[in-house]
């Protein structure tokens, strides 16, 4: 079943400086199955970005169509989550204050929102961290926290805007391992925007490659890769170099 479904999506924007209309994406056309991890790469200005904002419901298409649950984007909404880059936690609440925000917001009740809260929490690797504030924690773990919180609420979809971009090598791929073993667990539906040709392919089952200003889909790389992954294995394994150059190729022209 989709859970997202992309149509021939379209956005242009006048340039504030050259008074120039820009088309920032062309023709975007793709769908992501329940359940299913899929990244969205392209060369940078591409768009990718920009098809996420417009599937969160911050920005609004040209034309075309985007459908969540069989329905259209008109808004932002819970049932599409955004991890962001700058993690973009309350700095005045606490961990556990931040996970149970949204359902507090759902109507859901005290006790069970923080049943639920200690549950993500707990997955994400944070129990013992719950009285802590945003300010006190690793950028890792802020990070692992906005995790928490988005699927706390459990969305339809998990939309996620190059979340470990602003961390160090080494942190980012634990962040990567980490996020691999809580999508193995609770199977959420992902939309990754990623620059890292490996991380999308280390992370996903699928990768849509999309093309230079104004985009379009070049490919839909399917992943020819099981189920859990861990870097030190993955590296060796030969679908794994072939998969990206395959799309190193692809993003070359």
Partial sequence: MKTLEITRLHKQFVDAYTDETVTAVGDVSFS????????????SGCGKTTVLNIVAGFDKQTSGTVLVGGKPVTGPSPERGVVFQSFALFPWKTVLGNVVFGLRMRGV??????????????????????????????????????????????PEVMLMDEPFASVDAQTRRKLQEDLTNIFEA???????????????????????????RPSRVSEVVTVPLGRPRDWRTVLEDPDFRRTTAHITDLLAG
Avoid: W
């Fill in 109 to 154: 009740p005290r006790r069970e929102r923080e049943t639920v809260a200690q549950q993500y929490l707990e997955l994400v690797g944070l129990e013992g961290f719950e009285r802590k504030f945003p300010h006190e924690l690793s950028g890792g773990m802020q990070q692992r926290l906005g995790v928490a919180r988005v699927l706390a609420n459990q």
């Fill in 32 to 43: 992501i199955e329940q359940s299913e991890f899929v990244s969205v790469l392209g060369p």
């Fill in 186 to 212: 609770k199977r959420p539906t992902v939309f990754f925007v990623t620059h890292d040709v490996d991380e999308a392919v280390f992370l996903s089952d699928r990768v849509v490659v999309l093309t230079a």
